[in-house]
């Protein structure tokens, strides 16, 4: 299987619930990034995770955690949403040889 | 402080060629990424610098000078089809596990 794929590719939640995004990436991907993009901005990283360990972390608060699992895909968690959460969620892969990263088509979360 | 600074907005004619400047500061360098994204999509890869020099494929070159802390995405032959966002990145290997950290990128038209 190739590419990185992210789903849902839509999502409208109310202010204050939580939502759960998901990643799959490419076999032998084994380091994943979550990557936040308001509109108009670049992607502001959230974190990273390296053999399903969290290895790098952005400036988002805790409310903001995520879990790799061993056939590679992943998940980003979002508790006690806020407005300013609506934006493009980006999953990005890589292989350790590799310097370059997929990025997945995103999920752009609406909250309401 | 880390800062990724590129133009906001390029206008330029098809046929033409287009320049896209990137000028970064980071507190550590592993390469530095351009992106190209349209509307709603994921970032795709365009080219990866580690080393001085120009680096060119097919219509897209890419340059870096690391003294400078500067890079350049040079664009041949436009086609209306490169209209999109053009996103410079970094790789700042000795942080947060290799964190990319992006402008705010060029949103680059194309015009007949």
């Known amino acids: 299987e190739t590419g990185v794929t992210q789903s849902p590719t839509h999502l409208i939640k109310t202010r204050g619930q939580q939502v759960t995004l998901r990643c799959s990436s490419q076999s032998g991907h084994n380091t994943v990034s979550w990557y936040q993009q308001a509109l108009g901005q670049g992607p502001q990283f959230i974190f990273q995770y390296y053999r399903e360990e969290e290895n790098g972390r952005g400036n988002f608060p805790p409310r903001f955690s995520g879990l790799q699992f061993p056939n590679y895909s992943s998940e980003l968690n979002v508790n006690a949403l806020e407005l300013d959460d609506s934006a493009l969620y980006l999953c990005?892969?890589?292989?350790?040889?590799?310097?370059?990263?997929?990025f997945g088509s995103g999920t752009r979360l609406t909250v309401v | 402080g880390q800062n990724i600074d590129q133009p906001t907005e390029m206008t330029a004619t098809e046929g033409a060629i287009v320049q896209i400047n990137c000028t970064y500061q980071t507190s550590g360098f592993n390469g530095l990424f351009w992106y190209q994204q349209h509307a709603g999509e994921a970032p795709t890869f365009l080219s990866y610098n580690v080393l001085d020099g120009l680096e060119e494929k097919g219509r897209f070159s890419s340059f870096l000078s690391r003294s400078k802390g500067y890079s350049y995405l040079l664009l041949k032959e436009l086609q209306m089809k490169d209209s999109a966002s053009y996103l410079c990145a970094v790789r700042d290997l000795y942080n947060q596990g290799g964190k990319l950290i992006f402008g705010q990128g060029t949103e680059l038209s194309v015009k007949p």
């Open positions: 990005a892969s890589r292989d350790r040889g590799s310097a370059g990263y997929t």
